[in-house]
């Protein structure tokens, strides 16, 4: 295991479009469809980060901002944006994309996360955060303050 890795290594992106199975009976995307995505997308960039396998411990609130439209190709990002001795911290945002027109817009958020586990399931240490850059500072900065102003309004 290496001692740090730098949260750029993290960082996933994935891609769906948006198809008739995945929606409700208005064309909008079903919101487990949604939180499947989100889910596989922190788990990649939880695995990048620690190496290792990692398991979903925990989603903290999840905010539906907008809804994604039938043949709209949602994106899914995912960066480590903290890290315990064997958990991983990870912030997940979708943005709905109009592949005609390029059109972007925010539609999901929310911050998950796993603990780095060995072929026996048990947790294992993980490395800690490095970020290099100021893209870097500035997205772990973002994400604890997006986590910590959360964390107040559900108190």
Known sequence: MTDTVRLMESYTEMTEML????????????????LHWMDICAAIASMRFAGSQCVTASMDHVDFITAIEMGEVAVIEAYVFD????????????HAEDPREG??????????TFVAVDDDGSPIPVPDL???????????????EAHEEQAHQEL
């Open 19 to 34: 198809l008739p199975n995945d929606t409700n009976n208005l064309g909008r995307a079903l919101g487990g469809t949604v």
């Open 103 to 112: 059109a972007t817009r925010k539609t999901t958020s929310s911050f998950f």
């Open 130 to 144: 490095a970020c290099e850059s100021d893209a870097e500072t500035g997205l772990r900065a973002a994400a604890m």
């Open 83 to 94: 890290t315990g001795s064997t958990s991983i911290d990870v912030k997940v945002d979708v």
